[in-house]
């Protein structure tokens, strides 16, 4: 190290001693104060080198001499010859040439004497200009004109350069605002990077402090500050600080702030001269305008997709941390208003962007992304001091709109379930697998609990999986419920409302739907009603999983309720609507296979073939209905029974039926018998009495008076509470004896010679009257 300090000690005398030999004495002063201004000691060993240089230059003066000396004698011999001469024309050329010397040295003189005062300004000019240091120049350039040009104003290199200093102040002005385009163009193409680096940084932010966030209504924190890992390196033509490696390294970082990242140096520079020049009003408009169209092309995005909202987000970001940076490093350059204009614009701008995006979008994971980005720019301004209350408004424009779009898949998700489901109870083989069932649904009997396996569990598979989805919807609504800066109260009331919307719309439709269905019978029917009463006992585990999940306590006077049971009840209730008219519709299938000879003398003593089908189905299918609740198996079974016995009353009322005979009339009777016993049977337990055969008590009482041909206890007793044929319509017999009395006026020809015969189709006719008569009444 020594060494080299000596050599380069050596070689830096050796330097001064050249620049001595060859510069005008007058400029030593300066060079050899250098060599003072060097290590300590130098100046020792430079007087021993210059002692030597001195040693070395006597002894070459010495060989000249030696050299030279003959030519000199003889040089000196010629002299002394002409000397005489000389002496002659010196006394005259002497006095002139002294005169012309004294003149010019005068001139000379009072030349320096000016030219002393431009020397340092004008190095100050020229050296200002050539490292770009137009703010200096201006200032030196003003300082020529008010102090130094006047002084020398008379001269007229002087005036020309009072002329050209308005130019020079122009092209600085022009070098200085093509910089200045150069950092807007600049910032404009990386202020994604900056964007992204500012709401990275708040992101973090918002992780670190969550536990905070959560338990105050809306975030607050201070300005954050953005830092890039790696080492970041200054790009001169841009001024932005970029992160060469493009890796984040683990452990400690380096925080820069937005100056940092950006170089502002252009827009303080450029704002300095036109201050100086009296037109900084002029490149105030102009900064604002050229931002005010920048900011209308970050506005505008360019891919809908997740990654191009970030970009979009990130841009825009961008712009609002360099003016938030150049409203508090700059005095009145941008102002407040200018600031809160731009962010109004565009805040209406992003509002609608992202409103009109959100009404046709219908991918919830897009939707929930999209949340995620607003609610880190949104974060990100607000510590700027951007308000962002709009943006948050939005958000719940967009909740409404995620949560339709949610609805719509498991609308999808529930139709599947019950197209794929067996409508079966589910059957469990082991223990491993009753708890693999009771694990996804809340199932509890202690009687089947009791039973040994394999066994089966009451509702199908289809349950555990409405039960798992509607976890898992609510988890999803959850997601984007989060972060909204809201109390847990309020995200308590959005997840309860989203799932009653769940329950009261999207399940509940599914399952009208699907009760509505022609290849739904009636065991599919009564399986749905099963499904449907455990899935409204287990509302209530729903509700307790809400509250596990929002720790708000459901006692909470604005806690709303889950519809879960009116949604179940209510598509209950349309199954068992649906298990009556299909009921009924069998029915009317068995009651269309009737085939009465209605003019037979007499029956066949045994009932119709089609009756004890329609009978044994009805016997099979509610011994099916075992499994329902007890009011909806007899609320069948009576509906059954009674539009049996209203077609069978049809059948013998029909218009289009003219005539009857008496053995028509027993074997109709035969019939009646068989649904009587099947009702006195108890097809349904839980019927008091002979609340059943009641049904048919309206075809008993009038079959009973054609088969007694008791006319006359009707008649007497007709409007009795205690009358036998209470039930009898006299309308209804009227229509029925007129049949009959059609058949007796076709046989007449034959039995006009029997008595008896002609004895009852004279009753005939006076019952007719009679009836008639009732009816009249009635109607009067």
């Not at 430079?46 to 000199?72: P, S, T, V, W, Y």
């Not at 163009?185 to 966030?213: C, L, P, W």
């Not at 452990?251 to 702030?257: K, S, Y």
């Amino acid at each position: 190290m020594a060494e080299n300090e000596t050599l380069e000690c050596i070689t830096e005398h050796e330097r001064i001693l050249q620049e001595i030999e060859s510069t005008d004495t007058a400029c030593v002063g300066p060079t050899l104060r250098s060599v003072y201004d060097d290590q300590p000691n130098a100046h020792k060993r430079f007087m021993e080198k210059l002692d030597a240089r001195i040693r070395n230059h006597d002894r070459e003066i010495e060989k000249m001499c030696n050299f030279h000396h003959q030519g000199f004698v003889d040089a000196i011999t010629e002299l002394l010859k002409v000397r005489a001469d000389a002496e002659k024309l010196m006394v005259t050329a002497q006095t002139e040439e002294v005169i012309r010397c004294r003149i010019q040295q005068r001139n000379m003189a009072t030349t320096v004497e000016k030219l002393q005062l431009w020397i340092a300004p004008l190095n100050y000019v020229f050296c200002g200009l050539s490292v770009s240091r137009y703010y200096a120049a201006l200032k030196t350039m003003e300082q020529l004109e008010k102090v130094y040009i006047p002084r020398v104003s008379h001269y007229r290199f002087c005036q020309i350069m009072a002329e050209n200093l308005p130019r020079l102040r122009e092209e600085i002005k022009e070098i200085s605002m093509s910089d200045l385009k150069d950092f807007l163009e600049s910032i404009r193409k990386h202020s994604d990077r900056v964007g992204e680096t500012a709401m990275r940084q708040a992101q973090q932010h918002r992780t670190f402090n969550s536990a905070v966030a959560k338990q105050a209504s809306m975030g607050h924190y201070t300005k954050p500050v953005y830092s890039l890992n790696g080492q970041a390196h200054t790009h001169p033509h841009n001024g932005l600080m970029i992160d060469d490696t493009g890796e984040e390294e683990e452990g400690d970082e380096e925080v820069l702030t937005a100056q940092d990242l950006v170089d502002f140096s252009p827009v303080y520079r450029c704002l300095h001269i036109y201050t100086v020049l009296g037109d900084r009003e002029t490149f105030e408009n102009y900064y604002r305008k050229q931002r005010k169209k920048q900011a209308r092309l970050v506005l505008q995005p360019q891919h809908e997709t997740v990654e191009g909202y970030r970009r979009y987000f990130n841009q825009i970001v961008g712009f609002f941390v360099v003016e938030d940076h150049i409203l508090h490093a700059t005095r009145g350059l941008v102002t407040r208003a200018f600031t809160d204009e731009l962010w109004n614009m565009a805040l209406s701008k992003i509002i609608a962007v992202l409103r009109t995006l959100s009404s046709y979008c219908d991918d919830p994971d897009l939707v929930l992304e999209l949340k995620n980005l607003i609610v880190i720019f949104a974060d990100t301004l607000q510590g700027y001091g951007f308000p962002v209350n709009r943006l948050f408004d939005l958000l719940f424009e967009i909740r409404d709109q995620y949560n339709e779009t949610l609805l719509k898949k498991w609308a999808l998700v529930f139709r599947e379930i019950f197209e794929l489901d067996n409508y079966s109870p589910i059957p469990v083989e082991t223990e491993e697998e009753y708890k693999q069932v009771i694990s996804r649904f809340p199932f509890h009997d202690a009687e089947i609990e009791k039973q040994d396996f394999p066994k089966k569990l009451p509702m199908s598979q289809s349950v555990p999986q409405i039960y798992t989805q509607v976890k898992e919807f609510i988890y999803a609504s959850l997601k984007f419920s989060e972060s909204l800066h809201r109390s847990s109260t309020e995200i308590d009331d959005m997840l309860r409302k989203s799932t009653n919307l769940l329950l009261t719309r999207t399940l509940s439709g599914c399952l009208q739907n699907l009760i509505k269905k022609p290849h739904i019978g009636l065991t599919e029917l009564v399986q749905i009603i099963i499904n449907t009463t455990h899935l409204e006992q287990a509302c209530r585990y729903l509700e307790e999983f809400i509250t596990n999940i929002t720790n708000v306590s459901p006692e909470t006077v604005h806690t709303t309720r889950l519809y879960g049971l009116s949604t179940f009840k209510d598509a209950r209730h349309a199954a068992e609507g649906e298990i009556y008219t299909k009921l009924n519709q069998k029915i009317d299938e068995f009651i269309q296979l009737a085939d009465y000879e209605w003019g037979m003398a007499e029956s066949d003593g045994r009932a119709s073939g089609y009756l004890m089908d329609l009978i044994n189905f009805l016997r099979s299918t509610f011994q099916v209905f075992t499994h329902l609740p007890g009011k909806v198996a007899q609320t069948a079974c009576m509906s059954a029974c009674k539009h049996l016995s209203t077609s069978l009353m049809q059948m013998l009322l029909d218009t289009e039926l003219k005539q009857i005979s008496m053995g028509a009339i027993q074997q109709f009777n035969l019939d009646v018998i068989q649904c009587e016993l099947f009702a006195s049977s108890e097809p349904v337990p839980g019927f008091q009495g002979d609340t059943l055969q009641l049904a048919f008590i309206d075809l008993r009482q009038l079959l009973d008076l054609f088969m007694v041909w008791d006319w006359s206890t009707y008649l007497a007793d007709y409007g009795q509470p205690t009358s036998k044929y209470l039930r009898v319509n006299p309308a209804t017999a009227l229509a029925l004896l007129e049949k009959m009395k059609d058949t007796s006026k076709k046989n007449n020809i034959f039995s006009q010679f029997r008595k008896n015969d002609r004895d009852k189709q004279k009753l005939i006719e006076t019952v007719v009257k009679q009836l008639r008569s009732l009816v009249n009444g009635m109607s009067s």
